[in-house]
């Protein structure tokens, strides 16, 4: 049987299972004993999968932002089981099962549970469900709507390696036996995008707070903390760069950066005067040291969240950028979805409702909230001239000092767009799509660049960076920089940087003299060089490479190795 454009159904229950299989002109319905399973084929590689006990789900949040092209149904046959009596009880063509086939994939749908395994045209088995019990619901009152906590059992194969789910801090690449959890914190991103060395892609399709849960070595429970339904697309590559080339047809694809936004970057906490962004650039020309960009962090501002700098110490910022401009030198500022609540945008926000109540941040799924972001702050810095937007705090962090920054925020809130149990990781997507989404409509005259700490699947699209966060600055860190940055980049995400030698260590700066932070900057600053966006920051009294004593020609050697090799990093940009 084949669909296409003709609508038709057809079913079949057999007397000896609890499962009935439906065929309809947009997929396959499967009600089981528990739930009822709805399969939509995407395309040849990618099937998308939703199940809910009551079948009423479409989805499990109502709302997918991160999407800008979702399902199109796509033809597909399914044979239906026979009644061979005498065929082997694991045989997909036996009566135990029927099979969806998109002419890449052979989806089998087991009818002993309504479980189901995904094997490629030649019988290959790619990932499956757990045959005994693949789906589980929990009923859980999340902000006051009853909602589920949803999980999916998968068995691996010992040779299957597992990566991709954005960013995290526990050094591991390969998940095989780790538990990871997606919640956006400072320092640990969540993208709920897994791949496989087995071929395929899971795409977990939710915000919610989530984990991949890998403890037993043999099963991986993939859980959402409040949903509708199990929502998932299973992509097919075989090749992993093919899984998140589709990833990114369904949530964007990455723009090209200015040829600039692939040099070297000068940052530390903090540049305390236009003076001293004026002179640190002019040490870099005047040493004929390569620079592309000087960056202004934190406490420009009187109030965080008004666009007024510190007259003192700013007299005439527009000025300043004109200077920098004139010697090639582009600037970036940091400021915050966070606001003072002395500050005259706060205020007003509270006032008109456009903040996230009982924070302290703007609604970033608002649109009115987003269009006062810009209009009323980021907006009025970028008539200035500033050439990039470091989006700081993107989480979002709470902003005080209970020790509740290393806890997901929004998990209890509730946004504009929703129950924020639903849609408790997507801040920083919508935070940074704001951004982009008024510079394009500003101007077509100047590339997006905006630096920020966090990152959902879509964000790639709004030519977004994202860098590891305030990581300490240490050896230990260091060494967990490169799991976290490869498994960001396998999840979809192209541009990634970290604090060069880390932020601070237990609260404090290291000092550039001390020969042991000398030898830390120095082997973190070569492998920074390597990195998508070369950039070094932290919290130090001095962080310029003329800082650094007896190492400063091995990173004066490197930042113009960097520049020898940008021909080919901007073409493969």
Same mark, same amino acid.
């Given at each position: 049987m084949s669909c296409g454009a003709t609508a038709f159904a057809t079913s079949v229950v057999l007397a000896q299972t609890r499962v009935t299989i439906r065929q309809m002109p947009n997929g396959v319905v499967v009600k089981t004993a528990v739930d009822i399973l709805r399969l939509t084929v995407c395309g040849p590689t990618v099937v998308h999968v939703v199940a809910s006990p009551d079948g009423n789900a479409q989805d499990a949040t109502p709302s997918q932002p991160w999407m800008v092209k979702p399902c199109t149904p796509d033809k597909f046959t399914l044979t239906m089981p026979t009644e061979r009596a005498n065929a082997p009880q694991d045989s997909a063509s036996s009566n135990s099962a029927a099979v969806l086939d998109t002419g890449s994939l052979k989806v089998i749908i087991w009818l002993d549970s309504g479980? #189901?395994?995904?094997?490629?045209?030649?019988?290959k088995r790619l990932l499956k469900e757990d045959r005994g019990s693949p789906r589980w619901y929990k009923p859980v009152t999340a902000n006051g709507e009853s909602l589920y906590r949803v999980t999916d059992h998968?068995?691996?194969?010992?040779?299957?390696?597992?990566?991709?789910?954005?960013?995290?801090?526990?050094? /591991?690449?390969?998940?095989?036996? *780790? /538990?990871?959890?997606?919640?956006?914190?400072?320092?640990? +991103?969540?993208?709920?995008?897994l791949v496989s060395t087995q071929g395929?892609?899971?795409?977990?399709?939710?915000?919610? $707070?989530?984990?991949?849960?890998?403890?037993?070595?043999?099963?991986?429970?993939?859980?959402? $903390?409040? *949903?509708h339904a199990i929502d998932y697309y299973f992509i097919y590559g075989p090749e992993m760069d093919q899984i998140v080339h589709q990833y990114r047809t369904m949530t964007g694809h990455a723009p090209l950066f200015a040829k600039w936004?692939?040099?070297?970057?000068?940052?530390k906490d903090r540049y305390k005067s236009a003076t001293e962004l004026l002179n640190i650039a002019n040490e870099y020309r005047s040493r004929?040291?390569?620079?592309?960009?000087? /960056?202004? @962090? %934190?406490?420009?501002?009187?109030?965080?969240?008004?666009? $007024?700098?510190? *007259?003192?110490?700013?007299?005439?910022?527009?000025?300043?950028?004109?200077? #920098?401009?004139?010697? !090639?030198?582009? *600037?970036?500022?940091?400021?915050?979805?966070?606001?003072?609540?002395?500050?005259?945008?706060?205020?007003?926000m509270l006032a008109r409702g456009l903040t996230i109540r009982g924070t302290a941040d703007y609604d970033a799924t608002n649109p009115a909230a987003g269009d006062f972001y810009w209009n009323r702050l980021v907006g009025k810095e970028f008539a200035k001239g500033w050439d990039a937007f470091w989006l700081d705090a993107s989480e979002p962090e709470s902003g005080n000092s209970n020790g509740d920054d290393s806890d997901p925020l929004l998990a209890n809130k509730k946004f504009f767009l929703g129950n924020g149990a639903l849609y408790a990781n997507i801040y920083p997507l919508m935070h940074t799509g704001?951004?982009? &989404?008024? %510079?394009?409509?500003?101007?077509?005259?100047? =590339? +997006?660049?905006?630096?920020t700490r966090s990152a959902f699947s879509g964000e790639q699209r709004n030519a977004a960076a994202v860098w590891s966060g305030d990581v300490y600055s240490t050896f230990h860190a260091f060494a967990r920089q490169l799991p976290a940055g490869l498994n960001f980049a396998l999840s979809g995400m192209p541009y990634w940087t970290t604090d060069i030698a880390g932020y601070a260590a237990d609260?404090?700066? &290291?000092?550039?003299?001390?020969?042991?932070?000398?030898? #830390?900057?120095? =082997?973190?600053?070569?492998?920074?060089?390597?990195?998508?966006?070369?950039?070094?920051?932290? !919290?130090?009294? $001095?962080?310029? #490479?003329?800082?650094?004593?007896? /190492?400063?020609?091995?990173?004066?050697?490197? @930042?113009?190795? =960097?520049? =020898?090799?940008?021909?080919?990093?901007?073409?493969l940009a």
């Amino acid at each position: 049987m084949s669909c296409g454009a003709t609508a038709f159904a057809t079913s079949v229950v057999l007397a000896q299972t609890r499962v009935t299989i439906r065929q309809m002109p947009n997929g396959v319905v499967v009600k089981t004993a528990v739930d009822i399973l709805r399969l939509t084929v995407c395309g040849p590689t990618v099937v998308h999968v939703v199940a809910s006990p009551d079948g009423n789900a479409q989805d499990a949040t109502p709302s997918q932002p991160w999407m800008v092209k979702p399902c199109t149904p796509d033809k597909f046959t399914l044979t239906m089981p026979t009644e061979r009596a005498n065929a082997p009880q694991d045989s997909a063509s036996s009566n135990s099962a029927a099979v969806l086939d998109t002419g890449s994939l052979k989806v089998i749908i087991w009818l002993d549970s309504g479980s #189901l395994q995904f094997n490629d045209e030649q019988g290959k088995r790619l990932l499956k469900e757990d045959r005994g019990s693949p789906r589980w619901y929990k009923p859980v009152t999340a902000n006051g709507e009853s909602l589920y906590r949803v999980t999916d059992h998968f068995p691996l194969p010992a040779s299957e390696a597992i990566y991709g789910l954005g960013q995290h801090q526990n050094g /591991v690449f390969n998940y095989r036996g *780790a /538990v990871i959890e997606l919640a956006q914190v400072n320092t640990d +991103v969540a993208i709920p995008l897994l791949v496989s060395t087995q071929g395929y892609g899971l795409f977990w399709n939710t915000a919610a $707070e989530s984990s991949f849960d890998n403890r037993f070595p043999s099963l991986m429970r993939v859980s959402a $903390e409040a *949903a509708h339904a199990i929502d998932y697309y299973f992509i097919y590559g075989p090749e992993m760069d093919q899984i998140v080339h589709q990833y990114r047809t369904m949530t964007g694809h990455a723009p090209l950066f200015a040829k600039w936004s692939y040099g070297f970057f000068q940052s530390k906490d903090r540049y305390k005067s236009a003076t001293e962004l004026l002179n640190i650039a002019n040490e870099y020309r005047s040493r004929d040291v390569p620079l592309d960009v000087i /960056v202004q @962090d %934190w406490y420009w501002w009187i109030h965080r969240g008004d666009p $007024e700098f510190k *007259a003192a110490e700013y007299p005439d910022i527009s000025d300043t950028l004109q200077t #920098l401009h004139r010697e !090639h030198v582009h *600037a970036m500022l940091s400021v915050w979805p966070l606001f003072d609540p002395e500050s005259q945008n706060y205020k007003e926000m509270l006032a008109r409702g456009l903040t996230i109540r009982g924070t302290a941040d703007y609604d970033a799924t608002n649109p009115a909230a987003g269009d006062f972001y810009w209009n009323r702050l980021v907006g009025k810095e970028f008539a200035k001239g500033w050439d990039a937007f470091w989006l700081d705090a993107s989480e979002p962090e709470s902003g005080n000092s209970n020790g509740d920054d290393s806890d997901p925020l929004l998990a209890n809130k509730k946004f504009f767009l929703g129950n924020g149990a639903l849609y408790a990781n997507i801040y920083p997507l919508m935070h940074t799509g704001n951004v982009y &989404r008024h %510079w394009r409509e500003t101007t077509d005259q100047k =590339r +997006v660049f905006l630096l920020t700490r966090s990152a959902f699947s879509g964000e790639q699209r709004n030519a977004a960076a994202v860098w590891s966060g305030d990581v300490y600055s240490t050896f230990h860190a260091f060494a967990r920089q490169l799991p976290a940055g490869l498994n960001f980049a396998l999840s979809g995400m192209p541009y990634w940087t970290t604090d060069i030698a880390g932020y601070a260590a237990d609260g404090a700066g &290291r000092s550039p003299d001390d020969p042991s932070y000398q030898e #830390l900057y120095t =082997r973190w600053f070569e492998f920074g060089t390597f990195c998508p966006i070369f950039r070094t920051h932290g !919290h130090r009294v $001095e962080n310029e #490479l003329f800082s650094y004593g007896p /190492v400063t020609p091995i990173l004066v050697n490197y @930042d113009r190795f =960097r520049y =020898r090799l940008l021909p080919y990093i901007y073409s493969l940009a």
